[in-house]
């Protein structure tokens, strides 16, 4: 049996048998993986605080021939997004990682993507402002499955955005305010000025990025519109988030 001992990030857990847990986890090096943590639901669990949504880790485990779960041995934290955060930073701990979980694709490495995901959780840790880390993050994974709009101008007549965009009703795209129905979701300068920001602005330093609260929820909008068309569904974890804020 192959051991082999990855930096990872944990997605999700859920219930096996009587004691033991299956745990979704990301590596940096192969990919998103599915394993076995043996009786991690028992009081003494060498598990107990470890599997945490979004927790980074050294994870160690056994690949099975033509077995698609593998069998952890030892999960060893090196960040948890519980270390700091606030109680609204832990209500979008569940949403990033149902977000890598659905877009990361099984047994394939994608650096970026890990990245990505390893630095929400360092922001977090760190304290970061979580909205414009979770339009930030929305923004990238967005990108990273090259489904992102395009920013550089209207889709329609090719005009630079100067008065902000408009993304029309059931479409995943930006046109200018000539161009656009009745009934779009607008994006103001300052939303555009913070997405650009966001594109040219490594995970390390999202933390320098600012953005006003009206912008802010402009973008959450869009957001929720293109996440929604491209997964063709709402995420659990982000109804949940919608419902704590009533
Ligand atoms: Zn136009």
Excluded at 68 to 91: F, H, K, M, Q
């Amino acid at each position: 049996m192959p051991v082999y001992t990855s930096e990872a990030l944990i997605l999700r857990t859920y219930k096996l048998g009587e004691s033991d847990r299956i745990v979704v986890f990301l590596t940096r090096d192969r990919g998103k993986k599915r394993g076995v943590a043996k009786g991690a639901r028992k009081a003494r669990s060498k598990f107990i605080g470890t599997l945490e949504p979004m927790t980074r880790a050294g994870v160690a485990y056994y690949e099975r021939e033509q077995r698609d779960l593998v069998r952890i041995n030892y999960v060893e934290t090196t960040r948890s997004p519980l270390s700091a955060a606030t109680g609204e930073a832990l209500g979008h701990v569940g949403y990033f990682a149902e977000l890598i979980d659905e877009w990361a694709p099984e047994a394939h490495a994608d650096e970026r993507l890990f990245r990505l995901g390893a630095s929400a959780t360092d922001a977090i840790a760190a304290g970061a402002p979580i909205e414009p880390l979770a339009r930030y993050f929305e923004y990238w994974i967005l990108r990273l499955q090259g489904v992102y709009p395009s920013l550089a101008g209207c889709s329609e007549c090719g005009v630079i955005f100067e008065k902000g965009a408009v993304m029309p009703p059931r479409h995943d795209l930006f046109v200018c305010r000539g161009c656009a129905p009745s009934g779009g979701a607008r994006i103001s300068v300052e939303a555009l000025r913070f997405l650009r920001a966001a594109g040219s602005t490594a995970p390390d330093n999202l933390a320098s990025l600012a953005l006003q609260a009206q912008a802010g929820t402009e973008l959450e909008t869009v957001h929720r519109r293109l996440l929604n068309l491209h997964l063709d569904k709402e995420l659990r974890s982000a109804r949940v988030l919608r419902e704590m804020r009533g």
